[in-house]
């Protein structure tokens, strides 16, 4: 079995502590994993505070750290089919998508690279004659990134890209499933150049991560998980009053109008709800399709499903693959029958496949007459479609807002006129107008409500990893006056 190790102030190492990783394809343990301790976590966290204060970090110019996100960006893309290859061997992740998705992964570490130098202070116009006032834009600290088991790369390169760029420093937590990638890009990264320190990868459970995000050096919170662990983060951080950014999960409403491209909407939808086996925090899980359309467009949506080549992760050809742990789809497999019990029709798919490996098809619950069923509430994470109709543009918004969370939505009409009335109704945080799925390094993401706080991507990201300092400088040569008296 591959053994894999943690990354701490610049060193690998197994760890005291180890467990197996399962391979998501047939069940079977492939490589064994560090499971950080209490102590490891506290070394990590105080290489990164270390590495903050650092001459060589601290006093390193943004244009050099910047030189430096752009030279782990080429080692990204230069061992991509590497770390493609350890995502989906751990996560079960189809090699098609990892493939892509790490060379684009790049191009976040570039963009960040690219914006160090550009993250400007300002200079105030201050009321009082004889002072100087200005602000200074400084790194915020330690930061925790914790991440889940689903995109990894691509979820702490959201993180770790802004925060360096920013000149803080960073104790990434791995996912305890499939942390592989995690690891392996720890090995990448210590080619890059960066100060010991800088740059952390530990992984392991929520005793890791509670110890992590509670630390009293750390001070960011960079999360991206499910709401309950959240909630957990949020209590830990009344420990050190670190300040959080919460990317959570979602049920994203997918909405169909009579008068869309109905075949074009129906690949968008596959890509929204069965790809990355619906693993996915934007997942148009809740088809909102008008009762005009409704049966055309699941009869096309039928056939896409089951034309879906289902098979190991690894093969190219394939495009859906195992869920990442037995946990997922077995929590899948009883929201789809409680679904079904509570009136839902399935109508494809709707249990798990025999054999090894965690596999369960797209699957499609009609809940047009169960509208109080739990699949049109809670997030699947896995290739479930829960599906409403509706008969007005007003109903539309009603069902697409009547939810929690507020990540991701879709909308597909050709009416430019109600597309605007939409786009300005709909609660969250993303609304992709005749197409999904779209992201960019340039363009910011996140929710509201259940779905979390704070946005990742495009420039505000990389200020808030950054704190104000005002500095006042008193230009008068005079003795200060009345000492009694507020400035
Ligand atoms: P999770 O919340 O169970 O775990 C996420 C991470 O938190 C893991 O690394 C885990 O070890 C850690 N963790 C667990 N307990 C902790 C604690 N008490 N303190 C600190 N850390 C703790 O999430 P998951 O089930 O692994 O992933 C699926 C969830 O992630 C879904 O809800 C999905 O929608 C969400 N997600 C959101 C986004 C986004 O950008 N909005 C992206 C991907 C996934």
Aim: glycine content about 10%; aromatic content about 8%.
């Amino acid at each position: 079995m591959q053994q894999f190790q943690h990354y701490i102030d610049g060193a690998f190492a197994e760890g005291a502590r180890q467990f197996e990783s399962l391979d998501p394809a047939n069940g079977q343990p492939w490589a064994r994993m560090p499971e950080a301790s209490v102590a490891d976590v506290d070394r990590a966290v105080a290489a990164a505070d270390a590495a903050f204060l650092a001459p060589d970090w601290a006093g390193m110019t943004a244009t050099a750290r910047g030189k430096l996100l752009y030279r782990l960006a080429d080692l990204i893309a230069e061992h991509a089919g590497r770390l493609a290859e350890f995502e989906t061997r751990d996560t079960g992740k189809i090699i098609r998508e990892t493939s892509a998705q790490i060379a684009y992964v790049a191009d976040f570490y570039r963009y960040y690279a690219g914006l160090a130098d550009k993250i400007e202070g300002a200079h105030l116009p201050i009321d009082k004659p004889d002072m100087e006032v200005w602000l200074r834009r400084e790194p915020i600290g330690v930061v925790a990134a914790i991440v889940p088991w689903n995109s990894q790369l691509f979820l702490s390169a959201v993180k770790i890209g802004p925060a360096l760029a920013a000149g803080c420093t960073v104790v990434l937590k791995a996912s305890e499933d499939g942390p592989a990638p995690m690891l392996e890009f720890a090995r990448i990264f210590d080619q890059a150049g960066f100060p010991k320190g800088v740059l952390n990868v530990i992984t392991g459970g929520p005793e890791v991560g509670a110890r992590l995000s509670s630390h009293p050096k750390v001070a960011h919170v960079a999360f991206t998980g499910g709401p309950e662990t959240a909630r957990h983060i949020l209590r830990n951080s009344a420990e050190n009053l670190a300040s959080t950014s919460l990317e959570l999960g979602g049920k994203s409403p997918f909405i169909v109008f009579e008068d869309a491209d109905l075949d074009s909407a129906a690949n968008a939808q596959v890509s929204g709800i069965f790809a990355a086996t619906g693993q996915s925090c934007v997942a148009g899980s809740r088809l909102v399709v008008q009762a005009s359309v409704k049966e055309a467009f699941l009869a096309r949506l039928k056939a896409k499903a089951e034309a879906v080549v289902i098979g190991p992760p690894d093969a190219m050809d394939t495009e859906v693959g195992p869920l990442c742990t037995a946990g997922q789809r077995d929590a899948i497999t009883d929201l789809t029958n409680r679904a079904i019990v509570q009136g839902a029709r399935c109508v494809t798919g709707g249990a798990p496949l025999e054999g090894p490996g965690y596999y369960f098809p797209p699957t499609i619950l009609d809940c047009s007459d169960a509208r109080a069923a739990d699949s049109l509430v809670e997030e699947f994470f896995g290739p479930v479609l829960s599906v409403v109709s509706f008969e007005t543009e007003a109903e539309a918004i009603a069902i697409a807002n009547d939810t929690r969370y507020g990540l991701a939505s879709g909308l597909f009409t050709q009416n430019l006129t109600r597309a605007h009335r939409m786009i300005r109704a709909i609660r969250a945080g993303i609304v992709w107008v005749n197409t999904y799925r779209a992201v960019s390094p340039i363009a910011p993401f996140g929710g509201h409500g259940l779905s979390g706080h704070g946005r990742e991507g495009g420039l505000q990201a990389a200020l808030d990893y950054t704190k104000i300092k005002s500095v006042w400088l008193r230009t008068s040569d005079e003795p200060i006056p009345d000492p009694f008296v507020m400035r």
